[in-house]
């Protein structure tokens, strides 16, 4: 019987690996050399950083990270070690657009204007990248792309210089993963200079990873009145962040925006199957059984004498308030890891049954595009 050790906020885990090996669940920074010297196997979040200082000396042979990311796995150790890691690339790609979705029209209803008349630039445009390329498609915001790897490798004219998006853009938006050193570098992309190239009074969106933004340059942006608005997902030194800067964040969560229960599902379904397929258990094509239901999956819409994004706007807000997630975080953010271990059960678009009267064409189609259920 193999032995594993599994992150216990892992969601939808206990009782699927009891029957056919030796499992203890942890919290994720519990999770230490003594803890795995004889494990087969670790089932991480991004809590656990596997190094040589975790791993070296073990028996692991497979670690699973029910995450995106993966810059808490040292992969070159790994690899020159026959340890298989996997990720769980692209799991919450349509819940972090249900997150911009929301950040995106209460930016807009908070400034007065209109998404249509607005440029979005979308800094990294891989599996999440391309939802909110989607999303901002649909609603009829202009887009432009940044995506260097992918420019390299395909047709030319799908993307602009990143110093081009900054100038051109009135909401910026990031979706990358973090990469400290290299041709394709993310760690601090948002600087001193960066900054000064945004046109004024843009805003500033980033889910991906902290690192990404120097937080000393945002802070002094802030001080200057220079700096456009922000919307922080994510944080340099999670969870320790900075208070002062979290008190100027227009919109602020604590590394979130990817946890629906759907995004949750799609990252454990991920580990499971890779690690039952490593050790030839049978798990091919396993899924959670049963998400939980929300509480109101039913919504009428009236639309008379309302724009498709209003329409969008009260859809989106029944299914989630990013308000709500910045309120509760405001209120205690040195619980940053409690707050993420005890998310509220979140659904995506697609688990609400939306009722549309008195409205065209477009807003129903546009309803449709984003997965509600619209009759």
């Not at 596997?50 to 995450?67: E, P, Q, R, W, Y």
Request: hydrophobic share 40%; glycine share 6%.
């Amino acid at each position: 019987m193999i032995r594993i050790v599994a992150d216990d906020k892992i969601p939808f885990l206990k009782g699927v690996f009891e029957p056919f090996a030796d499992i203890i669940y942890l919290p994720g920074n519990a999770i230490t050399k003594d803890v795995i010297l004889h494990a087969d196997a670790l089932l991480i979040r991004t809590a656990t950083k596997c190094d040589h200082h975790l791993l070296c000396g073990t028996s692991v042979k497979f670690i699973g990270t029910a995450t995106i990311g993966f810059d808490h796995i040292d992969t070159v150790y790994c690899e020159n070690n026959s340890i298989r890691w996997v990720n769980a690339p692209g799991c919450n790609a349509t819940s972090v657009r249900q997150y911009i979705s929301s950040a995106l029209l209460t930016i807009a209803e908070k400034s007065g204007f209109s998404l249509q008349n607005q440029t979005l630039g979308i800094i990294g445009v891989g599996n999440v990248g391309k939802q909110v390329e989607n999303l901002a498609h649909f609603i009829g915001m202009k887009v432009l792309l940044n995506d260097p790897p992918r420019e390299r490798n395909e047709l030319p004219g799908l993307f602009v210089s990143y110093d081009y998006l900054l100038q051109a853009s009135d909401i910026v938006t990031f979706h990358v993963p973090l990469n400290k050193t290299g041709q394709n570098k993310t760690l601090h992309l948002i600087n001193r200079e960066s900054i000064r190239k945004m046109k004024p009074n843009a805003w500033l969106i980033n889910s991906s990873r902290g690192e990404v933004m120097d937080t000393a340059a945002l802070k002094e942006a802030i001080s200057n009145g220079s700096f456009p608005g922000l919307v922080l997902d994510v944080w340099e030194n999670e969870p320790k962040i900075d208070l002062d800067l979290l008190f100027h964040v227009f919109l602020a969560t604590p590394h979130i925006a990817g946890y629906s229960a759907e995004g949750k599902a799609n990252g454990t379904a991920t580990v499971v199957r890779e690690l039952g397929q490593f050790f030839n258990l049978p798990f091919e094509g396993w899924f959670p059984a049963n998400l939980p239901e929300p509480d109101y999956p039913g919504l009428i819409i009236d639309g008379k004498n309302k724009t498709s994004e209003g329409i969008l706007r009260e859809a989106v807000k029944h299914t989630y308030s990013i308000l709500e997630d910045d309120r509760r975080f405001r209120a205690e953010p040195q619980a940053f890891e409690q707050q993420r271990g005890n998310y509220p059960i979140r659904r995506e678009f697609s688990a609400y049954h939306v009722s549309l009267k008195n409205a065209s064409t477009a807003s129903m189609e546009l309803l449709k595009n984003l997965d509600f259920l619209v009759e």
